[in-house]
């Protein structure tokens, strides 16, 4: 029996959050994130600020330059998450298995559920209406038997639709869809399977897998797979989130390397904190370096026990941080993040098997 995925994607969300909660900010370019006189990016923009080419991660200086008349608001966060909360209310009102990928978008495997005719489209639409009468709201959704086609679809008709791809419908649809909008594929795997002579779904299909496999190595099985509809993934709604992490822009590139290592020590201690309040523990503590000319680097260590506290974490940095060029170059950005997670009572688990 093929499953019945749904992926509910919120168009503009924080973007569309402002300009809800403040009509006065309705129909004009909103750029959610730094101010334009700031070292600050873009978290996200509206509808009307996107005509002007304005997208997430563009420097806010930027993004002024390319619309001097839009409005600059700084992000509510907290405001977000509560609308995000709700919106999984409403999912959960549907189906019990929803894997959230971030404040605005998430998987509902609804497979065994007979509401509205048990079609998922329907379900879709129920949703999407709710969310548009409840919390004045728009949201875009992609269904289909597999998340990687629901995730695709809900980017066909967007804002405010829906796309359906049908078990029969995949390779048709895949074919002729640019290398670029396949769900994992970044700019430099865009760019070397371009120089490969792959531009489409069908160029990519047309590969062997032992040709991919020479091509990008570890991740060629999961092309191989996708250029063909098939996605075995299950939607997971206990998903362990693989990394934790915060960053900082400075207002001033730094050169001083303690100074450097104050400001790690205060990131540091925020995402300890974090992981601690979701009750995580980490094998692997990763550095993060911007330098001024905008190039960045990452230097990671991994250890086989737990370095997800204060005391180990601490003694790691400078070893990290004497891998990268930070001696003799200006720095922009700086961040730390932690990954190969686990539940600490998965951890002590593991620890009392031992005796």
Known sequence: MNRKI???????FFAAIEQRDFPELKDKPVIVGGQPDSRGVVAASSYEARQYGIYSAMPSSRAYLLCPHAVFVQPRFSAY??????????FKEY?????????????LDVT???????SASLMAQEIRGRILRDLHLTASAGISYNKFLAKLGSDQNKPNGQFVIRPGEAERYLDDL??????GVGKVTEARMKSSGIHTGGNLKSKSLPELQKLIGNSAEYYYEIARGIDHRPVCSQRVRKSLGSETTFQQDISDVDEMLRQLCILLDEVLDSLLQRELLAHTLTLKVKYSD????TRSYTSDTIISDHEKAIAILPALLAKTEVAGRKVRLLGI???NLIKDEEFLDNQLQLF
């Open 6 to 12: 749904i992926h509910i994607d919120m168009d503009a």
């Open 81 to 90: 998450k509560q609308v995000s909360d709700e919106i999984h209310k409403i």
């Open 95 to 107: 189906t019990d298995i929803v894997e959230p990928l971030s404040l605005d978008e998430a998987y």
């Open 112 to 118: 065994e559920v007979n509401l509205c005719n048990s």
């Open 178 to 183: 640019p290398i670029g909008r396949f769900y």
């Open 294 to 297: 905008f190039t960045q680097l």
């Open 337 to 339: 993040s932690f990954s």
